[in-house]
């Protein structure tokens, strides 16, 4: 999969299951069905365990109190409350497959890595507290996949040590998220006009991971021409877990999707031609009309003929070139005006 050329006509959906099963089998697989109804492409998993990610520690440095949804927790113990099992994957990438979704995850070491492979996992995600670790992304990028990087704390050198990362191992493959790495992410910081930014600086594919409430920021996005939009998806907010609060509901998803399959259609191409229904309705335009009746011999004034709709008379642009004209017969009122109708002098 070259993710460029994948990504050429269709914007890239992904429903990010994350903590989102509550530590219940079922709840994975039902949610992965729910996200193919609601018009996913793809879903994503995190792979990692909390001995991968952190050591179990009583230090302050260990414990969260920056203000977020889970302060008063240690990282270690979110966690465990928040990791895929591994031993779920499997049955998990096959559930996805069956219903034709694409399935990738986040792994957050290189034994998380190996594991995936022996998945034919498709595409590999950094996620944004992982940028800054370039040993992993090198090892991540060297397995010849697309590699998809969240920006979420990134300064703009973060961002560029990262795709060197990758380019080292030869693997040019490379997408960029627009990404807020608060949750919920408070609006006025999404910046999301740097989507196109990164596209054009990195000549990267870009896109958005989104932590906002509701969708108007990822049909946004869209607009903006993000070319991958990456959401929390859960099943039902009461269900609870760490990431709940800022994750859709199957029919919040769902009309996220068909927002973005309609900016998808709008946006189009850049074009001056007219499509036939709208050549069709030229018709409507305004042209000048006799408004009053007139004689021959009559001079053309503004009392007796005007531009109106619709468009079977002279353009309006040759308004004033007529004024002070003379008529050659009679018209009557409401007859388009013609040059035929126009004494030339």
Known sequence: MILREFLKNKIFVVAE?????????QIALDTIEAMKESGTDAVKL?????????????????????????????????????YTPWEWHKELFDKARSLDLICFSTPFDNSAVDFLETLGNPIYKVASFEIQDLPLIEYIASKGKPVIISTGIAELKDIELAIAACKN???RDVALLKCTSAYPAPFEEANLKTIPDL???????????????????????????????EKHFILDRKLGGP?????????????????????EKALGKVTYELSEKVKSNRVFSRSLFVVKNIKKGDIFTRENIRSIRPGYGLHPKYYFEILGKTASCDIEEGEPLKWEYIIKK
């Open 17 to 25: 299951l994350s903590a989102n099963h509550n530590q219940n089998l």
């Open 169 to 171: 191992t030869g693997n």
């Open 243 to 263: 990431d709940s609060a800022f994750s859709l509901e199957p029919h919040e998803f769902k009309t996220m999707v068909n927002a973005i399959r309609e900016v």
């Open 46 to 82: 995190q792979t990692y365990t909390p001995d991968t990610l952190t050591i179990i520690s009583s230090k302050n440095y260990f414990q969260i109190k920056s203000d977020t949804l889970w302060d008063g927790k240690s990282l270690y113990d979110l966690y465990k409350e928040a």
């Open 199 to 229: 596209a054009e600086k990195f000549g990267v594919v870009s896109g958005l991971s989104d932590h906002t409430l509701g969708i108007s920021v990822p049909i946004a996005a869209a607009a903006l021409g993000a070319k991958i939009i």
